[in-house]
């Protein structure tokens, strides 16, 4: 049987974006509905990196002790390998926050944390299992959705919809928002190694001559990703698993005697890269926000955060319009155009190193050089706080102005 609700604001997606903002919304006072397609949070090699922007939107809610006291790894510095010569690269330990790291943190553990401060309030709703799969529509403007749920297909009527369901988005290729695909070299293999105390964490990134590696303490294992050109895939998987095996040993040679446990391909996991960005986020009654309006390359591990971002701009917008009933089209562009400059910003530098570092790495024999700006950057202290800056707080960080309905009450 068809079911149909109501209600002020329905998010499709349960990722950083649409978590953060239904949470947000709930708090302010607003009535929304969040549909996740998936039964739970779990799944491997999602980015995990918060950055001290979303810490620190964290400590604005008064939750960030309570956050920190999930299993997590603190990483405040960041150093890279080119060839044969180390360099330290990054220091976030001066940056103007109340945390100066960054937290590596499952990203189920975040989105589980997002959702129990969610059901804190009575006009917070989320709804498992339930995937997204069509727009309603009224004379040209969309009032709603369709969904298909555990007990059938539901309508949920809304003021607005909120498409945050990733960069394969449904709402917006219903909604016939044009996107340009800025292209990527590469793409992801992702895997997991088992630490020991032993083995050295000095260094966080690796490119040789048509390699690259990064490696991220998770505490008793390594999370491990493998650049390989773009498409490569075949290519990789038909010189056979032993071969990757030993390209991963080439690039860290402590892991020769674990590298083992990489026992068959389902070991290992590809992340197609994508980096695009829509024309305009919103029609009247909808709006995308964090991966569907733009997907971020893996570059830097911002995607998780400029998704925070987004949600928390968005929510500072749309908490009073939404209580009132009110929203307008002027709403939903005052959203784009505040965050369409840090994402346009973020993405050319992600473009700039892709073109000049990671292409040029994947395609040549020879032994890389640093790039002078790395040098640089190496050899005064200083300036190491200019990419940590970029890298921890990224291109105008938002702050909750949203209030919270609990207090006072």
């Not at 491997?44 to 960030?64: A, K, N």
């Not at 989105?111 to 969610?118: S, V």
């Not at 968005?314 to 908490?319: E, T």
Request: net charge positive; glycine share 8%; proline share 5%.
């Amino acid at each position: 049987m068809d079911v149909s609700i109501s209600t002020s604001c329905c998010i499709a997606g349960g990722g950083p974006a649409g978590m953060m903002l239904g949470f947000l919304l709930a708090r302010a006072g607003v009535d929304v509905v969040v549909l996740e397609k998936h039964a739970d949070f779990f799944r491997d090699f999602r980015g995990d990196t918060v950055h001290p922007s979303t810490l620190e939107v964290m400590y604005e809610l008064g939750l960030l002790e309570q956050f920190l006291k999930r299993p997590h790894q603190k990483l405040d510095r960041l150093n890279i390998q080119v060839g044969s010569e180390r360099l330290r690269m990054i220091d976030l330990t001066h940056l103007p926050t109340h945390c100066k790291y960054v937290v590596l943190m499952p990203q189920w553990d975040f989105l589980n944390f997002i959702a129990e401060q969610g059901r804190r309030y009575r006009t917070f709703c989320l709804r498992m299992n339930t995937e997204a799969v069509d727009l309603i529509e009224e004379r040209g403007r969309v009032v709603g959705m369709q969904a298909n749920s555990p007990d059938g297909a539901l309508a949920i009527h809304a003021d607005l919809v909120v498409g945050c369901d990733g960069r394969h988005s449904t709402v917006r290729t219903k909604a016939g928002l044009a996107g340009d695909d800025y292209g990527a070299p590469m793409d992801v293999l992702w895997f997991r190694i088992t630490r020991r105390a032993s083995d050295d964490a000095d260094t966080f990134g690796h490119i040789e001559a048509g390699r690259m590696m990064i490696m991220l303490d998770r505490g008793d294992y390594w999370q491990c990703a493998y650049v390989i050109a773009k498409g490569g895939i075949d290519r990789v998987k038909a010189e056979g698993l032993q071969a990757f095996r030993q390209r991963v040993v080439a690039m860290s040679p402590f892991l020769a005697d674990r590298v083992g446990e990489l026992r068959t391909w389902d070991d290992v996991k590809l992340l197609t890269v994508t980096v695009d960005r829509l024309r305009t986020w919103w029609r009247p009654g909808l709006i995308c926000i964090g991966d569907s309006a733009h997907a971020m390359s893996p570059i830097g591990g911002v995607g998780v955060n400029l998704a925070v971002q987004d949600a928390v701009a968005a929510a500072n917008q749309l908490a009073a319009p939404l209580r009132a009933g009110m929203v307008g089209d002027d709403d939903l562009r005052a959203i784009e155009r505040r965050r369409m400059f840090p994402v346009r910003v973020t993405q050319a530098l992600q473009l700039t190193v892709q073109k000049q570092i990671i292409s040029r790495a994947l395609h040549t024999a020879s032994t890389p050089k640093p790039p002078a700006l790395f040098r640089l950057f190496n050899a005064v202290p200083v300036l190491r706080r200019i990419p940590a800056r970029l890298l921890g707080l990224g291109i105008r960080p938002e702050h909750v102005h949203a209030p919270d309905a609990m207090v006072g009450s």
